[in-house]
Protein backbone atom coordinates (compact mmCIF):
# COMPACT_ATOMS: atom_id res chain seq x y z
CA UNK A 1 0.00 0.00 0.00
CA UNK A 2 2.78 2.51 0.89
CA UNK A 3 4.75 1.40 -2.08
CA UNK A 4 1.83 2.29 -4.25
CA UNK A 5 1.18 5.64 -2.26
CA UNK A 6 4.54 6.45 -3.46
CA UNK A 7 4.57 5.98 -6.73
CA UNK A 8 1.03 7.86 -7.03
CA UNK A 9 3.08 10.71 -5.70
CA UNK A 10 6.11 10.31 -7.81
CA UNK A 11 3.46 10.38 -10.51
CA UNK A 12 1.89 13.61 -9.82
CA UNK A 13 5.39 15.05 -9.42
CA UNK A 14 5.80 14.08 -13.16
CA UNK A 15 2.85 15.40 -14.63
CA UNK A 16 3.81 18.47 -12.71
CA UNK A 17 7.07 19.29 -14.58
CA UNK A 18 8.88 19.17 -10.81
CA UNK A 19 10.77 15.96 -10.83
CA UNK A 20 13.98 16.97 -11.18
CA UNK A 21 13.55 20.20 -8.33
CA UNK A 22 12.22 17.73 -5.98
CA UNK A 23 15.05 14.98 -7.00
CA UNK A 24 17.25 17.86 -6.75
CA UNK A 25 15.70 18.61 -3.07
CA UNK A 26 16.96 14.77 -2.47
CA UNK A 27 20.26 15.11 -3.71
CA UNK A 28 21.18 17.72 -0.28
CA UNK A 29 19.53 14.96 1.92
CA UNK A 30 22.12 12.27 0.39
CA UNK A 31 24.92 14.87 0.68
CA UNK A 32 24.58 15.20 4.34
CA UNK A 33 24.26 11.56 4.89
CA UNK A 34 27.03 10.54 3.05
CA UNK A 35 29.65 13.58 4.21
CA UNK A 36 31.16 11.56 7.11
CA UNK A 37 31.46 8.06 5.64
CA UNK A 38 32.80 9.72 2.08
CA UNK A 39 35.56 10.89 4.43
CA UNK A 40 36.80 8.21 6.12
CA UNK A 41 36.16 6.00 2.52
CA UNK A 42 39.03 8.64 1.44
CA UNK A 43 41.04 8.48 4.12
CA UNK A 44 41.42 4.37 3.70
CA UNK A 45 41.81 5.09 0.55
CA UNK A 46 44.41 7.91 -0.48
CA UNK A 47 44.74 7.27 -4.02
CA UNK A 48 41.13 7.56 -4.98
CA UNK A 49 39.96 10.16 -7.52
CA UNK A 50 36.71 11.20 -6.57
CA UNK A 51 34.11 12.24 -8.70
CA UNK A 52 32.13 15.21 -8.23
CA UNK A 53 29.43 14.61 -6.04
CA UNK A 54 26.93 16.43 -8.41
CA UNK A 55 27.83 13.76 -11.10
CA UNK A 56 27.82 10.70 -8.80
CA UNK A 57 23.96 11.54 -7.59
CA UNK A 58 22.63 12.27 -11.40
CA UNK A 59 24.09 8.53 -12.32
CA UNK A 60 23.52 6.40 -9.33
CA UNK A 61 21.22 8.52 -7.37
CA UNK A 62 23.29 8.99 -4.21
CA UNK A 63 26.96 10.04 -3.40
CA UNK A 64 28.63 7.13 -1.61
CA UNK A 65 31.75 6.85 -2.34
CA UNK A 66 31.84 3.65 -0.96
CA UNK A 67 28.94 2.61 -3.06
CA UNK A 68 30.11 3.94 -5.91
CA UNK A 69 33.02 1.99 -6.02
CA UNK A 70 32.25 -1.38 -4.81
CA UNK A 71 29.37 -1.41 -7.12
CA UNK A 72 31.80 0.17 -9.95
CA UNK A 73 34.01 -2.95 -8.96
CA UNK A 74 31.40 -5.87 -8.76
CA UNK A 75 30.24 -4.32 -12.59
CA UNK A 76 33.33 -4.56 -13.72
CA UNK A 77 34.22 -7.98 -12.72
CA UNK A 78 30.93 -9.19 -14.67
CA UNK A 79 31.78 -7.38 -17.81
CA UNK A 80 35.32 -8.92 -17.79
CA UNK A 81 33.52 -12.21 -17.34
CA UNK A 82 30.96 -11.97 -20.05
CA UNK A 83 33.70 -10.68 -22.26
CA UNK A 84 36.41 -13.21 -21.53
CA UNK A 85 33.41 -15.95 -22.21
CA UNK A 86 31.57 -14.75 -25.38
CA UNK A 87 34.74 -12.14 -26.80
CA UNK A 88 38.15 -13.73 -25.64
CA UNK A 89 41.20 -11.84 -27.14
CA UNK A 90 39.25 -8.20 -27.77
CA UNK A 91 41.35 -5.15 -28.34
CA UNK A 92 38.88 -2.65 -28.28
CA UNK A 93 36.26 -1.96 -25.87
CA UNK A 94 33.92 0.71 -25.29
CA UNK A 95 31.71 1.89 -22.36
CA UNK A 96 28.50 3.52 -23.91
CA UNK A 97 27.35 5.74 -21.24
CA UNK A 98 30.25 6.01 -19.14
CA UNK A 99 29.44 8.77 -16.78
CA UNK A 100 31.58 9.47 -13.75
CA UNK A 101 33.24 6.11 -14.91
CA UNK A 102 32.13 4.12 -12.25
CA UNK A 103 32.85 0.85 -14.19
CA UNK A 104 35.10 1.77 -17.09
CA UNK A 105 37.91 2.96 -14.19
CA UNK A 106 38.68 -0.30 -13.07
CA UNK A 107 38.21 -2.43 -16.67
CA UNK A 108 41.94 -1.67 -17.44
CA UNK A 109 42.94 -3.95 -14.58
CA UNK A 110 40.97 -6.64 -15.67
CA UNK A 111 41.42 -6.81 -19.39
CA UNK A 112 43.93 -8.91 -20.62
CA UNK A 113 46.98 -6.04 -21.31
CA UNK A 114 47.15 -4.31 -24.62
CA UNK A 115 43.28 -3.84 -24.67
CA UNK A 116 42.02 -0.58 -25.60
CA UNK A 117 39.24 0.82 -23.49
CA UNK A 118 37.09 3.67 -24.64
CA UNK A 119 34.47 5.52 -23.00
CA UNK A 120 31.67 8.11 -24.31
CA UNK A 121 28.68 10.22 -22.66
CA UNK A 122 26.60 12.63 -23.64
CA UNK A 123 27.47 14.84 -19.92
CA UNK A 124 30.47 17.22 -21.35
CA UNK A 125 31.33 17.91 -17.34
CA UNK A 126 31.46 13.69 -17.05
CA UNK A 127 33.76 13.51 -19.75
CA UNK A 128 35.76 16.15 -19.24
CA UNK A 129 36.68 15.12 -14.96
CA UNK A 130 37.23 11.27 -16.72
CA UNK A 131 40.27 12.92 -19.27
CA UNK A 132 41.82 14.45 -15.83
CA UNK A 133 41.31 12.09 -13.28
CA UNK A 134 41.03 8.22 -14.84
CA UNK A 135 44.12 7.32 -16.58
CA UNK A 136 44.38 4.47 -19.66
CA UNK A 137 41.37 5.24 -21.01
CA UNK A 138 40.45 7.34 -23.45
CA UNK A 139 37.51 9.24 -23.11
CA UNK A 140 35.33 10.61 -26.20
CA UNK A 141 31.71 13.13 -25.81
CA UNK A 142 29.23 12.16 -27.77
CA UNK A 143 25.70 13.28 -28.33
CA UNK A 144 22.08 12.29 -26.72
CA UNK A 145 21.44 10.87 -30.64
CA UNK A 146 23.58 9.10 -32.56
CA UNK A 147 26.60 9.15 -33.99
CA UNK A 148 29.41 7.89 -32.02
CA UNK A 149 32.83 10.24 -33.30
CA UNK A 150 34.33 6.45 -34.54
CA UNK A 151 34.52 4.66 -37.73
CA UNK A 152 32.59 1.57 -38.75
CA UNK A 153 33.61 -1.48 -37.03
CA UNK A 154 35.80 0.01 -34.76
CA UNK A 155 35.04 -2.23 -31.22
CA UNK A 156 35.33 -5.70 -30.43
CA UNK A 157 32.88 -4.97 -27.17
CA UNK A 158 30.77 -2.56 -26.53
CA UNK A 159 28.77 -2.32 -23.02
CA UNK A 160 26.54 0.01 -21.51
CA UNK A 161 24.88 -0.42 -17.92
CA UNK A 162 21.77 1.18 -17.22
CA UNK A 163 21.83 3.78 -20.49
CA UNK A 164 18.89 2.23 -22.44
CA UNK A 165 16.75 2.77 -19.90
CA UNK A 166 16.47 6.26 -19.68
CA UNK A 167 16.00 7.16 -23.18
CA UNK A 168 13.16 7.00 -25.27
CA UNK A 169 11.86 4.18 -27.42
CA UNK A 170 12.70 6.24 -30.43
CA UNK A 171 16.75 6.67 -29.00
CA UNK A 172 16.91 3.20 -27.52
CA UNK A 173 16.28 1.56 -31.61
CA UNK A 174 18.69 4.67 -33.13
CA UNK A 175 21.07 3.91 -30.63
CA UNK A 176 21.24 -0.16 -31.06
CA UNK A 177 21.90 0.46 -34.72
CA UNK A 178 24.36 3.02 -34.34
CA UNK A 179 26.60 0.34 -31.99
CA UNK A 180 26.28 -2.17 -34.42
CA UNK A 181 27.62 0.46 -36.57
CA UNK A 182 30.94 0.94 -34.85
CA UNK A 183 31.27 -3.28 -33.64
CA UNK A 184 32.96 -5.65 -35.58
CA UNK A 185 31.17 -8.27 -37.44
CA UNK A 186 32.16 -10.64 -35.11
CA UNK A 187 31.58 -8.80 -32.01
CA UNK A 188 29.97 -9.02 -28.93
CA UNK A 189 27.29 -6.00 -27.09
CA UNK A 190 26.39 -6.31 -23.84
CA UNK A 191 23.52 -4.24 -22.87
CA UNK A 192 20.64 -3.64 -19.89
CA UNK A 193 17.44 -2.92 -19.89
CA UNK A 194 14.44 -2.51 -16.86
CA UNK A 195 12.62 -5.49 -17.36
CA UNK A 196 9.66 -7.83 -15.72
CA UNK A 197 11.05 -7.29 -11.93
CA UNK A 198 11.86 -3.35 -12.23
CA UNK A 199 8.33 -3.13 -13.75
CA UNK A 200 7.03 -4.28 -10.39
CA UNK A 201 7.15 -0.22 -9.00
CA UNK A 202 4.82 0.47 -11.84
CA UNK A 203 1.47 1.64 -11.31
CA UNK A 204 -1.14 -1.11 -12.09
CA UNK A 205 -2.56 0.92 -15.17
CA UNK A 206 0.96 1.66 -16.14
CA UNK A 207 1.65 -2.31 -15.76
CA UNK A 208 -0.93 -3.37 -17.78
CA UNK A 209 0.28 -1.35 -20.76
CA UNK A 210 3.69 -2.58 -19.88
CA UNK A 211 2.04 -5.95 -20.34
CA UNK A 212 0.03 -5.14 -23.41
CA UNK A 213 2.39 -2.68 -25.30
CA UNK A 214 5.38 -4.10 -24.56
CA UNK A 215 7.43 -1.12 -23.35
CA UNK A 216 6.56 2.53 -21.15
CA UNK A 217 8.45 5.53 -20.19
CA UNK A 218 7.80 7.27 -17.91
CA UNK A 219 8.90 10.65 -18.87
CA UNK A 220 8.00 14.72 -17.14
CA UNK A 221 12.52 14.62 -17.37
CA UNK A 222 14.85 15.72 -19.23
CA UNK A 223 15.42 12.52 -21.30
CA UNK A 224 18.79 10.64 -20.94
CA UNK A 225 18.67 11.67 -16.97
CA UNK A 226 17.96 9.01 -14.32
CA UNK A 227 14.65 10.40 -13.53
CA UNK A 228 13.87 9.54 -17.16
CA UNK A 229 12.82 5.88 -17.41
CA UNK A 230 11.90 3.19 -19.98
CA UNK A 231 10.96 -0.42 -19.60
CA UNK A 232 11.07 -3.03 -21.95
CA UNK A 233 9.50 -6.58 -21.61
CA UNK A 234 11.30 -9.18 -22.60
CA UNK A 235 9.32 -9.87 -25.45
CA UNK A 236 9.48 -6.38 -26.54
CA UNK A 237 13.57 -6.10 -25.87
CA UNK A 238 13.66 -9.80 -28.39
CA UNK A 239 11.08 -8.40 -31.08
CA UNK A 240 11.73 -4.57 -31.32
CA UNK A 241 14.54 -3.60 -29.58
CA UNK A 242 17.24 -5.74 -30.71
CA UNK A 243 15.62 -6.84 -33.84
CA UNK A 244 17.98 -8.71 -36.00
CA UNK A 245 20.38 -9.43 -33.70
CA UNK A 246 21.25 -13.09 -32.03
CA UNK A 247 20.57 -13.26 -28.50
CA UNK A 248 23.59 -15.37 -27.05
CA UNK A 249 22.46 -15.16 -23.76
CA UNK A 250 19.57 -13.27 -21.63
CA UNK A 251 20.14 -12.98 -17.65
CA UNK A 252 16.73 -11.76 -16.11
CA UNK A 253 16.63 -9.60 -13.13
CA UNK A 254 16.20 -12.29 -10.69
CA UNK A 255 19.78 -13.96 -12.14
CA UNK A 256 21.73 -11.26 -11.16
CA UNK A 257 22.62 -8.68 -8.32
CA UNK A 258 22.11 -5.72 -10.96
CA UNK A 259 18.49 -5.10 -10.74
CA UNK A 260 18.29 -4.87 -14.38
CA UNK A 261 18.34 -7.30 -17.53
CA UNK A 262 21.47 -8.18 -18.80
CA UNK A 263 21.36 -8.97 -22.84
CA UNK A 264 24.67 -10.60 -24.30
CA UNK A 265 24.25 -9.86 -28.43
CA UNK A 266 25.74 -10.34 -31.51
CA UNK A 267 25.04 -9.12 -35.06
CA UNK A 268 23.39 -11.77 -37.47
Not at 222 to 244: I, Q, S, V
Request: proline share 6%; hydrophobic share 40%.
Amino acid sequence: MLGRLRQLIVRSIRRTGLVEIADRMRERGERFRSKRDNAAFCREHPDFSPPPLALMYDVQGEVSFRHYWDWGIEAASLLDELIRKYQPGAKRVLEWGCGPARVIRHMPGLLPGGTECFGTDYNRDAISWCQLAIKDVMFVENELSPPLPFAGEYFDVIYALSVLTHLSLKEQRAWVVELCRVLRPSGCLILTTHGIQSASVLLPSEYARFENEGAIVRSGAEEGKRCFATFNHPDHARNHLFAGLHICEHRPESANRHQQDFWILRKS
